[in-house]
């Protein structure tokens, strides 16, 4: 048996923060975010919508498109890296909205990576026969964990969340494998330090912005290109499949340098890889589901494509996922 994605949702918010918009808050431009990130705008949460309002709107979608309703969902697995609060979880709070009232919940942290985790997981609770409708959500609200007098990181992210209902299958469409990497020797390349148990709130955190996302930017660059190359070859290799047989790739939405040189090294055409970087900006765990979503809405993915999912992101985590839509 396989886990099958049988809907997906995703949902943005309505307020656009362009690069014009930027230029009134940092010293920087247009041309200039452009030129490295591919980023031309992104979306903010309005002050009084939370994580789980986001998740909430896509998971609905998401639920209606799979034909089914909230109260036959067994298990929520929400990926964030911006839950409501430190406890309870968000997947609990978004299982109250939902009306969800069969359903187990938890939050699951792998940041940027945080949706093909999160996939992998409800896979494992499908195939083993204890669900048969899995509910996985990427949620993020990065404008809540970014410093805005930063402009290294300030113009890379947005906030966003996506969907994907995972139903039993027993045909040949369904996740072919997910491939999970590691390396927490380099978990200061990306992270929030602050605000935590090593480093709780405090006059020094806030007024040094430790509590929002820290970077070194070129470092990980490299990384990320390289794992991503490494993780979508394992993937094809582990299903005796090459480049030629992916019908589309859905990246994280990270940089359009990280994209190109990826598509780059895997000899992809760019038109098989999924892009709405240039309007949504890095959201995190909720840019490949976005993504998905976008292109499964306008026609681009149809049923029995393989589509690689590949995911970067803090810990460092790195990820693939190959699956027959």
């Known amino acids: 048996m396989k886990a099958q994605i049988i809907g997906t949702g995703s949902y943005i918010p309505e307020m656009i923060m362009s690069n014009h918009d930027l230029e ?3 010293q920087t431009n247009d041309q200039w975010i452009v030129e490295r990130t591919g980023i031309r705008e992104r979306r903010i949460a309005a002050s009084d919508e939370s994580t789980s309002d986001l998740a909430v709107k896509a998971a609905r979608k998401a639920i209606e498109a799979a034909g089914i309703g909230p109260d036959q969902i067994d298990f929520i697995i929400v990926a964030t890296s911006m839950p409501d609060m430190f406890f309870p979880s968000t997947a609990c709070i978004v299982q109250d909205k939902l009306k969800a009232t069969r359903a187990a919940a938890f939050d ?3 940041a940027c990576s945080g949706f093909v985790y999160a996939l992998s997981v409800g896979e494992q609770f499908v195939r083993s026969g204890g669900s048969q409708y899995v509910l996985v959500i990427g949620a993020e609200t990065m404008s809540r964990l970014t410093d805005w007098t930063d402009r290294s990181t300030c113009i890379l992210f947005g906030d966003g969340a996506g969907a994907a209902v995972l139903a039993p299958s027993d045909s040949e469409n369904g996740i072919l494998s997910v ?11 990306i992270c929030v330090p602050g605000g935590g148990s090593a480093m709780p ?3 020094k955190v806030l007024a040094e912005h430790l509590n ?6 070129s470092e990980t660059f490299r990384v990320a290109v390289r794992n991503l190359e490494e993780v979508a070859r394992e993937a094809l290799q582990s299903n005796g499949l090459s480049t030629s047989d992916v019908d589309f790739i859905v990246p994280h939405q990270a940089n359009i340098r990280i994209l190109n040189a990826v598509a780059s090294r895997l000899d992809i055409p760019k038109e098989k890889m999924v892009v709405n970087l240039d309007r949504y900006g890095n959201t995190s765990a909720a840019s490949i589901p976005v993504a998905l979503d976008e292109a499964v809405l306008d026609g681009r993915i149809k049923k029995g494509n393989i589509i690689l999912f590949l995911a970067f992101g803090g810990g460092l985590t790195w990820a693939s996922a190959l699956v027959r839509y």
């Open 24 to 26: 009134k808050k940092v």
């Open 108 to 110: 699951l942290s792998a």
């Open 179 to 189: 491939h999970l990497h590691t390396d927490g020797k380099l978990w200061d390349l």
């Open 201 to 203: 709130v405090s006059e």
């Open 212 to 217: 929002t996302i820290q970077m070194k930017g």
